[in-house]
C-alpha cells in the first residue's frame, strides 16, 4: 500500500502563488505516475496534471498551462505543483494521486480511473 499526503496549501491573493507538495510513504516502489486533481464546490473532480515515471513526460489542463508547472523528487518521494498567477476559479480541494506500479509503461493520464492511490485532498482558496 502507498499512502499520500498533501500539503501547501491555503489562502491566497489574485495573481498569488502556492506550491503544494505531495508526499509517499509505505510501500513506495509500488507506484508510478502521479497526478494532480481538483474538485470545486458543486463540480466534480478536473485532472489538472500529471507527472510520468521513467521521462515520459507531464501533462497539463488547458486552464492551467503556463501557470502551474508539476515536477518530482524520487530521492524524496515527493512530486510538486507550483500553481502561479492564481485565479479565484482555482479555488478547491486539492488531490494528488498515484498509479500503481505495472510493466506497462506509458504516459500519465488525467483521468481518474488511472490511478489507484489518493491523498485526503487540501483546500486552496484564491480571495481577496
Known amino acids: 500500500q502507498v499512502q499520500l499526503v498533501e500539503s501547501g496549501g491555503g489562502l491566497v491573493q489574485p495573481g498569488g502563488s502556492l506550491r503544494l507538495s505531495c508526499t509517499a510513504s509505505?510501500?513506495?516502489?509500488?507506484?508510478?505516475?502521479i497526478a494532480w486533481f481538483r474538485q470545486a464546490p458543486g463540480k466534480n473532480h478536473e485532472g489538472v496534471s500529471c507527472?510520468?515515471?521513467?521521462?515520459?513526460?507531464?501533462r497539463y489542463t488547458e486552464s492551467v498551462k503556463g501557470r502551474f508547472i508539476v515536477s518530482r523528487d524520487n530521492e524524496r518521494n515527493t512530486v510538486y505543483l507550483q500553481m502561479g498567477s492564481l485565479k479565484p476559479e482555482d479555488t478547491a480541494v486539492y488531490f494528488c494521486?498515484?498509479?500503481?506500479?505495472?510493466?506497462?509503461?506509458?504516459?500519465?493520464?488525467?483521468?481518474?480511473?488511472?490511478?489507484?492511490?489518493w491523498g485526503q485532498g487540501i483546500q486552496v482558496t484564491v480571495s481577496s
Open positions: 494521486a498515484a498509479r500503481k506500479k505495472t510493466v506497462l509503461i506509458s504516459r500519465c493520464v488525467l483521468f481518474e480511473y488511472g490511478y489507484d492511490y
Open positions: 509505505g510501500f513506495t516502489e509500488d507506484y508510478d505516475n
Open positions: 507527472i510520468s515515471s521513467r521521462g515520459l513526460g507531464t
